[in-house]
């Protein structure tokens, strides 16, 4: 027989108390813990992303994203947050609407940009629109600091495999007929061939600009 379960009942509980108290505790052990699941932007339920997304202070949100979006957004909201007005910051923010940022401060430009400034480009594989344009000023604004000067651009990437071939087949056909002497008289099916195959393997490679 197992043994009583603990109660924070007081010790003149009614009886109906006392088995309320059993019933739901029976209930409740019966219940999966969500956790740490629930918390994880990885392995949460798309429903519960927009809480988690609450809960981590996410201010720039779009019920219509995709449901990545949505999950790398919640993942990046607290490094963003922590490290707000840094160069991570920054290529957070780009991160969480899945863009390929490259920032560079105002130092590192050629010539140098102006003090407290950084240069935000942004790469893309997937559709843009002004929407997401306006998001993103959003999202960089939150991520910058207060006397950062920003400039932004965003451009449209394409990658993929590309296959370049070229084949050449040359055949030459020789036809050897019987040498025939005199005086020499022979009967019968005689069959006489040869032949030559020639190939030739060209390899193109693709012109470097």
């Known amino acids: 027989m197992s043994e009583p379960k603990a109660s924070l009942l007081p010790a003149n509980s009614s009886p109906l108390e006392k088995a309320l ?18 918390m994880d932007p990885d392995r949460t339920p798309a429903s519960f992303l927009p809480y988690l997304a ?30 707000a ?3 991570q ?8 609407l899945q863009l390929t940022p490259e920032v560079r401060a105002w130092y590192e430009q050629t010539p140098p940009g102006v003090p407290y400034s950084f240069s935000v480009r942004a790469y893309t594989e997937l559709p843009y629109s002004e929407i997401i344009d306006a998001r993103l000023d959003r999202r960089l604004a ?21 296959f370049i071939g070229a084949a050449t087949l040359c055949g030459e056909l020789t036809t050897i007929y019987p040498n025939v002497l005199a ?14 195959y020639t190939v030739e393997t060209t390899t193109l490679y693709p012109q470097e600009h």
């Open 142 to 162: 939150d991520a910058k600091s207060e006397r950062d000067i920003l400039s932004i651009s965003v451009g449209l990437s394409a990658s993929g495999r590309h």
């Open 183 to 196: 005086g020499v008289e022979a009967t019968g099916r005689a069959f006489m061939a040869a032949g030559l």
């Open 54 to 83: 609450a809960d981590r202070a996410v201010n720039e949100w779009s019920s219509t994203a995709p449901e990545a979006e949505k999950r790398l957004t919640v993942k990046l909201a607290w490094p963003t947050a922590r490290q």
């Open 85 to 87: 007005g840094t160069r």
């Open 89 to 96: 910051a920054l290529e957070n923010a780009a991160k969480g």
């Open 21 to 38: 108290d059993l019933g739901f505790g029976q209930l409740l052990e019966r219940v999966t813990p969500p956790f740490p699941q629930l």
